[in-house]
């Protein structure tokens, strides 16, 4: 069965500093898609980043950036120079192709919080 | 604005009562969802429907019910309410589940039972 494991609970970082979001995924399917979610205060979820089991590139999209490697089942999340505005839950979730609907798994969350 | 609306954001239930949690999206998707967010938790599936006509239960369907008669609308159904299911409520949409876009999520229902 599929499984989304986000080890850390919750992380402090201190403005500026670079932070580092683990995602550890478990999928049978050969096909399968990762998304990264954050949450903030006011509580709506907002899309990051979707990306399939095909494509291990590595993506940058500003002070974001995710490395995927599918030898180890991680799609772990950096930001880099943190802000207080990045303070959030951030999820991520794993949808396998084979199986749709019932499988857009969500890990735990981590809250991360950034102080000024 | 295009996306998903679910209304209402917030209400208050006495155990035993009955409601029902709106959910349009507008952007012609098939796939729908609803989903309930526990305290602290990441998101737990309750139903889901790929079309109009068709559901289907998810991983928590117990004491829910949807229906889907219309692409654009899935309202989910609160029969007897309890306060296990004192939750934050997302309704979500898809093009397709994954391969194309992403998931779009309404701005939640924040339901406490009393």
């Known amino acids: 069965a599929q499984k989304v494991t986000q080890a850390q609970t919750e992380i402090s970082v201190v403005e500026k500093e670079d932070v580092t979001l683990d995602c550890v995924y478990e999928?049978?399917?050969?096909?399968?898609?990762l998304f990264w979610y954050k949450q903030p205060p006011s509580g709506e979820l907002v899309f990051l980043i979707r990306?399939?089991?095909?494509?291990?590139q590595n993506e940058i999209s500003g002070r974001y950036s995710w490395n995927f490697q599918k030898s180890t089942s991680s799609f772990n999340f950096t930001i880099t120079a943190s802000q207080v505005v990045d303070s959030a839950v951030y999820f991520c979730?794993?949808?396998?192709?084979?199986?749709?609907?019932?499988?857009?798994?969500f890990g735990p969350g981590t809250r991360l919080s950034v102080l000024p | 604005n295009a996306g998903v609306t679910q209304t209402p954001k917030f209400r208050i239930l006495k155990i035993g009562q009955s409601m029902t949690l709106q959910c349009t999206q507008d952007?012609?998707?098939?796939?729908m969802y609803w989903y309930r967010q526990d305290p602290g938790m990441g998101l737990k599936l309750i139903y889901y429907?790929?079309?109009?006509?068709?559901?289907d239960k998810g991983e928590v369907p117990n004491g829910y019910n949807v229906s889907r008669s219309t692409t654009e609308d899935f309202p989910l159904r609160l029969e007897l309410a309890a306060p296990s299911q004192t939750s934050v409520y997302f309704c979500?949409?898809?093009?397709?589940?994954?391969?194309?876009?992403?998931?779009?999520f309404g701005s939640g229902t924040r339901l406490t039972v009393v």
């Open positions: 990306r399939n089991s095909f494509d291990e």
């Open positions: 999928t049978r399917d050969t096909t399968y898609y």
């Open positions: 952007m012609n998707h098939n796939y």
């Open positions: 979500a949409s898809s093009y397709s589940p994954g391969s194309f876009g992403s998931y779009t």
């Open positions: 979730a794993l949808s396998e192709a084979s199986n749709y609907g019932q499988n857009f798994v």
């Open positions: 429907s790929v079309g109009a006509g068709i559901t």
